[in-house]
């Protein structure tokens, strides 16, 4: 089955936000605040862009490794409870941030290399 592969990677000044329409074709890049002002915000994000899409979206937020024994990130406490959960509209979970070139036609965004191979090799296994 095909699905949209997303990437959320908070920092103390952003969150990257990379959408994928498999392993190639890039359909959305984003820098949001550093933490969703409401609890709800990731997944009706995530809802919103399998709706909008018509396909289910599985999506990984990237914490540093030392948080994987603990908690995933400070900046989303409220999401703990959804963190490996499964809707029929995705999937989130959490994995560790890769070490640190692909291009795709949305300039101007910045460097999004290392979150596309967080999700070609996490998210599309």
């Known amino acids: 089955m095909d699905s949209i592969w997303l990437g959320l990677c908070p920092s103390g000044s952003t969150t990257r936000i990379m959408a994928m329409r498999g392993p190639t074709t890039t359909i959305l890049k984003a820098h949001l605040l550093p933490r969703p002002a409401s609890p709800r915000a990731v997944t009706a994000l995530l809802e ?71 999700l070609a090799r996490s998210v599309a296994r």
Do not use: H, K, N, Q
């Open 48 to 118: 919103a862009i399998a709706l909008w899409e018509g396909l289910p979206v599985r999506a990984a937020l990237v914490v540093d490794d030392e948080s994987m024994s603990s908690c995933p990130t400070s900046l989303y406490r409220d999401l703990f409870d959804v963190f490996g959960d499964s809707t029929s509209l995705y999937r989130l979970e959490w994995v560790p941030r890769a070490a640190r070139r692909r291009r795709d036609g949305l300039t101007g965004m910045g460097d999004f290399a290392d979150l596309e191979r967080l």
